[in-house]
């Protein structure tokens, strides 16, 4: 079968909050955006179980029923979907070239919204029970858990501020870090260990997150005397770090030490022009849907922009 070739004015590459609302941007700016969806499309909020923070949701809304009401307004203003993934870039001259196994597309612009996943433990019980009290984002989920026990996993700043936040419902969080010391910022420690509802189990690993229907504990092992013993909790935080998805984009665009794709000043542009990064492949401070969404809708305006007055490619919408 003969590769498919295109030309458009913008290929989004990703299709999560900010991927989507890229794509309504974009699509009401008469751009007619070409959004690769991928195996993943919708982002971390498929895995997510109910949505009780993303402003107009008074009784919330699932993650999946949010991602796919974003799609239909992106559709609603003809923007097309193709539910392929990226399989390379090339950005070195323009217009650009994305690769899908079956496409080669030609485009004037480029948005990526591949995201971020979180790192996960990848013990027995845990793709299970995540989103029924295995999370891997505190203020996405701390409220549900009012007067509850908490696990909160790793060792790291990030995994200290989540059982910092988690204390202000849960009545007692535990961290569980495979080490006698902390990665974390000293700060962060102190903070930490100043908090009455915070307490530690050093050296330890998890094995099993246990629970039928939702979290009920952990199966946990002690990795200097081997002893296995068993804690009981209603959630379990996974705070061992995120990657973001850029390894399509490495040599091409200005990264972090990290992997994070870096933005000129308070804009989405990327250090090559008419490449621009929007959502968690950028942001790994706040990672949110609501803010992801908000960079992508800057990354629509600031393609739009950087469109006007250029030469359209040869057949390109």
Known sequence: ??????????????AGPAGLTAAVYAARANLHPLVLEGVRAGGQLMLTTEVENYPGFVDGI??????G???KQAARFEAEFVSEDAVSVDLSAEPFEVRTADRLLRTDAVIVATGAVARMLEVPGEDRLLGHGVSTCATCDGFFFRGKELLVVGGGDSALEEAIFLTKFATKVTVVHRRRTLRASKIMQDRAFANPKIEWMWDTGVDEILGDG??????????VSGEVGEAHADGVFVAIGHEPQTALFKGQLEMDDLGYIKVQGDTTETSVPGVFAAGDVVDHRYRQAITAAGLGSMAAI??????EGRPITEHAW
């Open 69 to 71: 009401r974003m799609r």
């Open 1 to 14: 079968m003969a590769m498919q070739e295109e030309s458009r004015r913008v290929v989004i590459v990703g």
């Open 62 to 67: 699932l993650g999946p029923e949010l991602m």
């Open 302 to 307: 600031d393609a739009e922009r950087y469109l």
């Open 214 to 223: 939702s979290v009920s504990g952990a199966r946990l092992r002690n990795v």
